[in-house]
T-cell receptor, first 113, second 114 residues
Framework: AQSVTQPDIHITVSEGASLELRCNYS??????LFWYVQSPGQGLQLLLK??????LVQGIKGFEAEFKRSQSSFNLRKPSVHWSDAAEYFC???????????FGTGTSLTVIP | GAGVSQTPSNKVTEKGKYVELRCDPI?????LYWYRQSLGQGPEFLIY????????DSGLPNDRFFAVRPEGSVSTLKIQRTERGDSAVYLC????????????FGQGTRLTVV
């Protein structure tokens, strides 16, 4: 069965520093992969997605992610973090049927001045 | 509407009571999903509708949980004989045709069973 692991429960970075959030997936075929962000009191917002093609995908708010099949990873990156990026980040993989996502447990990001 | 709307935003109920949670998807979206998010966890799939029918209800934890979407738009998640373990945020999402197209999430209903 598909699954997603986000090894880091909580990360703290300084504003302006670079960021990398880890995501590892388990899937038998080429996965569809997603990163969502959840701010307090807000719904989940799609940051970016990977279906096929270029393994480096660009998303909204300056985020990017790289699909590495050999490492079963889809890590999220941002070169320079802003205070407004503080939120919960979820990685997700599509099911075989396309009917549902399997979400990781999330990484909570704190940004310090 | 402009986005996925869920009502109520918060619901407190007593153990054993019946509750209904409503989801109003984005107009024109045929696919609708319910997820449950417990504290410190990622969302867990409950049920997926394509139009009026439940295409996949494999995530419903037991027969106390039921969901309907009679006209292919608004959906209601129904929980009978609520238990304290049902306390969670219930998220609804909709998309044009399926999860491979972008899914838009509502803000969720926080259910607390006391």
């Amino acid at each position: 069965a598909q699954s997603v692991t986000q090894p880091d429960i909580h990360i703290t970075v300084s504003e302006g520093a670079s960021l990398e959030l880890r995501c590892n997936y388990s899937y038998g075929a080429t996965p569809y992969l997603f990163w969502y962000v959840q701010s307090p009191g807000q719904g989940l917002q799609l940051l970016l997605k990977y279906f096929s093609g270029d393994t480096l995908v660009q998303g909204i708010k300056g985020f990017e992610a790289e699909f590495k099949r050999s490492q079963s990873s889809f890590n999220l990156r941002k070169p320079s973090v802003h205070w407004s990026d503080a939120a919960e980040y979820f990685c997700a993989v599509d099911s075989n049927t396309g009917n549902q996502f399997y979400f990781g447990t999330g990484t909570s990001l704190t940004v310090i001045p | 509407g402009a986005g996925v709307s869920q009502t109520p935003s918060n619901k407190v109920t007593e153990k054993g009571k019946y509750v209904e949670l409503r989801c109003d998807p984005i107009s024109g979206h045929t696919a609708l999903y319910w997820y449950r998010q417990s504290l410190g966890q990622g969302p867990e799939f409950l049920i997926y509708f394509q139009g009026t029918g439940a295409a996949d209800d494999s995530g419903l934890p037991n027969d106390r949980f039921f969901a309907v979407r009679p006209e292919g738009s608004v959906s209601t998640l129904k929980i009978q004989r609520t238990e304290r373990g049902d306390s969670a945020v219930y998220l609804c999402a909709s998309s044009l045709s399926g999860m491979n197209t972008e899914a838009f999430f509502g803000q969720g209903t926080r259910l607390t069973v006391v």
